[in-house]
């Protein structure tokens, strides 16, 4: 899907922008189950040493996780977000992951009740 490929655009813009349509699309697709991989390519994009594609999916994950209700997605798809998320804070590397995932972090709180 060339959208995808978009996604990894150097300009903070066209990122941002891409993340939104694709967090538009998800929240219609996902709960119908549908575009089951989204989110576990993003999560595992989150951990990638190009930094556009890093900030390009915490981007969307933050969309994602802004646009879905808890009960849109299983305890596994979840765990991951907030494991994706959490795993890019980071005080000794590069701010802008860390500002990226705090700012998601925000909107996946409804998301951490399984795990307490």
């Known amino acids: 899907m060339a959208i995808l490929a978009t996604l990894a655009s150097p300009k903070t813009l066209v990122r941002g922008q891409i993340a939104n349509i ?5 929240s219609i697709e996902i709960p119908r189950k ?3 991989e989204l989110i576990p390519n993003l999560c595992q994009n989150s951990t990638s040493d190009d930094m556009n594609i890093k900030l390009a999916s915490l981007t969307t994950l933050g969309y994602i996780c802004e646009e879905l209700n ?3 997605l299983n305890n596994f798809l979840k765990n991951n977000i907030i494991l994706a998320l959490t795993n890019n804070i980071d005080n000794e590397g590069p701010v802008e992951p860390t500002k990226l995932a705090i700012k998601a972090l925000l909107y996946s709180v409804p998301y951490t009740s399984p795990n307490f």
């Open 22 to 26: 694709l967090a538009a699309i998800a």
């Open 34 to 36: 549908e575009w089951d």
């Open 70 to 72: 808890p009960e849109d």
